[in-house]
């Protein structure tokens, strides 16, 4: 089993900056791919980015490429998702994800084994 915790939320301004941190039990954390998701009120979960286990691969959802960056420490058990320029369409609750099966349809939510609990994140106009 593993658990996820996420942290970091809040409410920022348009433009600004933020930092959600999701950090994880057990011993495996380093064999999981990481995702990120995250879903507005009366909008379906969606995929936002993903990385492998050794954080050489990543992908992102077109709508946050070049403004959210996904990357790990597998010695912290934590995985982060750096989000800058943050628009109004970001505001959503985030939630981190953990795969066991390796760096397959990573978009995919059903892919993933477990999640954590969501932090909300919003964006003021």
């Known amino acids: 089993q593993v658990q996820l915790v996420e942290s970091g939320g809040g409410l920022v301004q348009a433009g600004g900056s933020l930092r959600v941190s999701c950090a994880a039990s057990?011993?495996?954390?380093?064999?999981?791919?990481m995702g990120w998701f995250r879903q507005a009120p009366g909008k379906d979960r969606e995929f936002v980015a993903a990385?492998?286990?050794?954080?050489?691969?990543?992908d992102y959802v077109d709508s946050v490429k070049g403004r959210f960056t996904i990357s790990r420490d597998n010695a912290k058990n934590t995985v982060y998702l750096q989000m800058n320029s943050l628009k109004p369409e970001d505001t959503a609750v985030y939630y981190c994800?953990?795969?066991?099966?390796?760096?397959?349809?990573?978009?995919?939510?059903?892919?993933?084994?477990?999640w954590g609990q969501g932090t909300q994140v919003t964006v003021s106009s």
């Open positions: 057990g011993r495996t954390f380093s064999t999981y791919v």
């Open positions: 994800a953990a795969d066991r099966t390796g760096w397959v349809r990573v978009r995919d939510m059903d892919e993933y084994d477990y």
């Open positions: 990385i492998s286990w050794g954080g050489r691969t990543t």
